[in-house]
């Protein structure tokens, strides 16, 4: 599977954007997936993960009710809508997929990544 990821930008603080994460190769439907962030001087970190279907969610404490994972397995593409963003969501964000369980991918155990778009909230 390869992933691009696309829709990064600058945007000012309580504004949104919308991710999406395009997948060929492999059924992406096959594939649990999931959005981590770098920070400049940071490690990387989780932000959202979706299972295969859609049918479950989950998120980073800081995001929740602030964005929304979803994905279209018709289209093979991953989203990640992001509402009300702040200056400490500025960072590289990354899509990742995996065949592995849920919790080991929001671990950082995927078997494929995106190659970043970044995004940059001012104040």
């Known amino acids: 599977v390869q992933l691009q990821a696309s829709g990064g930008g600058s945007v000012q603080a309580g504004g949104s954007l919308r991710l999406s994460c395009a997948a060929s190769g492999r059924a992406f439907s096959f594939y649990n997936a999931a959005w981590f962030r770098q920070a400049p001087g940071k490690e990387r970190e989780f932000v959202a993960a979706?299972?295969?279907?859609?049918?479950?969610?989950y998120y980073v404490d800081s995001v929740e009710g602030r964005f929304t994972a979803s994905r279209d397995n018709a289209k093979n593409t991953l989203y990640l809508q992001m509402n009300s963003l702040q200056p400490e969501d500025t960072a590289t964000y990354y899509c990742a997929a995996s065949s592995l369980a849920l919790d080991s991918l929001i671990k950082g155990r995927a078997d494929y990544w995106g190659q970043g778009t970044k995004v940059t909230v001012s104040s």
């Open positions: 979706i299972s295969w279907s859609g049918g479950s969610t």
